[in-house]
């Protein structure tokens, strides 16, 4: 079992075999990059469907060749333990951008910027 974190998701396309397939990207844990193809009509587009987002961690990924993640894995969310956002950067790939755990407090207002309440 891999881990691994999806970078790009592709718009569907039309399957030789009929239908129409997804085609996502990871990197996995040592820094490899793999990819698989959902199947829409398959049975196990049921086991991604929740977890299509770019930047989603996931476990429970075998490999099914070198390169190639076997759709009829069962994947996992993994939630981060840091707070933060993923950002695509300009040469398309993407990276984890961490929140400030310090939240500053909302200044007081000044009563010279209060507007009375008109009647």
């Given at each position: 079992?891999?881990?691994?974190?999806?970078?790009?998701?592709?718009?569907?396309?039309?399957?030789?075999?009929?239908?129409?397939?997804?085609?996502?990207?990871?990197?996995?844990?040592?820094?490899?990059?793999?990819?698989?193809?959902?199947?829409?009509?398959?049975?196990?587009?049921?086991?991604?469907?929740?977890?299509?987002?770019v930047?989603?961690?996931?476990?429970?990924?075998e490999?099914?060749?070198?390169?190639?993640?076997?759709?009829?894995?069962?994947?996992?969310?993994?939630?981060?333990?840091?707070?933060?956002?993923?950002?695509?950067?300009?040469?398309?790939?993407?990276?984890?951008?961490t929140?400030?755990?310090?939240?500053?407090?909302l200044?007081?207002?000044?009563?010279?910027?209060?507007?009375?309440k008109?009647?």
């Amino acid at each position: 079992m891999f881990k691994g974190t999806i970078t790009k998701i592709h718009l569907p396309k039309y399957s030789r075999n009929g239908g129409n397939f997804i085609r996502l990207e990871f990197k996995l844990e040592g820094g490899e990059w793999a990819k698989t193809d959902l199947v829409m009509a398959y049975r196990n587009f049921s086991r991604w469907k929740n977890l299509l987002e770019v930047g989603a961690d996931l476990d429970g990924l075998e490999l099914k060749s070198k390169g190639e993640v076997n759709a009829d894995s069962y994947p996992r969310l993994i939630t981060p333990k840091v707070r933060g956002d993923w950002k695509q950067m300009p040469d398309g790939s993407m990276e984890f951008i961490t929140y400030q755990d310090e939240i500053k407090p909302l200044e007081e207002l000044k009563p010279q910027l209060t507007q009375p309440k008109l009647i």
